[in-house]
């Protein structure tokens, strides 16, 4: 009986001794940097792909994503925002366009400006659909000096 439990506690040894991987054995089969499992590219190569993430879609008036663009809005004239573009009103007084009783969401102030009402500088606007815009004060003769992230058009 001995003899059988000694067999046994033996071979139980060797398998787990086989199976074992040290730590060493581990790292030696980590990816190679540069092989097929684990490619090296090149900066223009990854310049490239960031640049067709963040780019326009080519038409005026459009910003890529992580770009703002300053934008000179002329008195008289609206600045009618697309799905999704922020703005920031930098120089002037602006009056916020609404083209139904829905507004324009205020990320600073954590409001709705509706059609009519001043739109404070500084503030970061998220006009949630078309239709939507800012126009410069009637009441002044300059217009307006914005950032925008995103479409537009002035009308």
């Known amino acids: 009986m001995r003899g059988l439990v000694a067999v046994v506690v033996l071979g139980a040894g060797v398998w787990v001794g086989a199976n074992f991987v040290s730590p060493l054995e581990a790292e030696s089969n980590a990816l190679t940097p540069g ?24 038409t005026t008036g459009t910003v890529g994503e992580a770009s703002l663009e300053v934008v000179a809005v002329p008195a008289g004239k609206t600045l009618m925002a ?18 139904d009783a829905n507004g324009i969401s205020d990320l600073t102030a954590g409001s709705d400006l509706t059609k009519g009402k001043a739109v404070p ?35």
């Open 35 to 58: 092989s097929v499992e684990d490619p090296v590219v090149t900066k223009s190569y990854v310049d490239e792909q960031l640049a067709k993430l963040g780019a326009g879609d080519g």
């Open 82 to 99: 697309g799905q999704g573009t922020e703005v920031i009103v930098r120089v002037g007084k602006a009056i916020a366009y609404s083209s």
């Open 121 to 155: 500088t500084n503030h970061l606007l998220l006009f949630p659909r078309e239709g939507r815009g800012i126009l410069p004060d009637p009441a002044q003769k300059n217009g307006l000096t914005v950032l925008v992230r995103g479409s537009y058009t002035i009308q």
